[in-house]
Nanobody, 116 residues
């Protein structure tokens, strides 16, 4: 079974920063638009950002200017740099791969907790 392995979550104070990482197998990463989503307790999963194979990013409005998505093709890794974290950013963060000609894949999630 294809796995996306996330890391980098944790506990941080409001105003702080975290960088999430997600490693994917080459057969998935090389043909995928990669994305980050999150799900807070009692809420639906929401999309945050994506980055295409050629490195073009796109963001949901409420993270623009605070979060940055990037990818390192040599390391098969996508990152989410999160700055200026707020208590409402507390959630489980998920990596998502949307490969060509394959079923999309989710990571297992990594918990981010922002204390106020």
């Amino acid at each position: 079974q294809v796995q996306l392995v996330e890391s980098g979550g944790g506990l941080v104070q409001a105003g702080g920063s975290l960088r999430l990482s997600c490693v994917a197998p080459a057969m998935i990463f090389d043909t995928s638009t990669m994305a980050w989503w999150r799900q807070a307790p009692g809420k639906q999963r929401e999309w945050l950002a994506l980055i295409t194979i050629d490195g073009t990013p796109n963001y949901v409005e409420f993270v623009k200017g605070r979060f940055t998505i990037s990818r390192d093709n040599a390391k098969r890794t996508v990152y989410l740099q999160m700055n200026g974290l707020k208590s409402e950013d507390t959630a489980v963060y998920y990596c998502h791969a949307n490969p060509k000609s394959r079923v999309p894949v989710w990571g297992q999630g990594t918990q981010v907790t922002v204390s106020s």
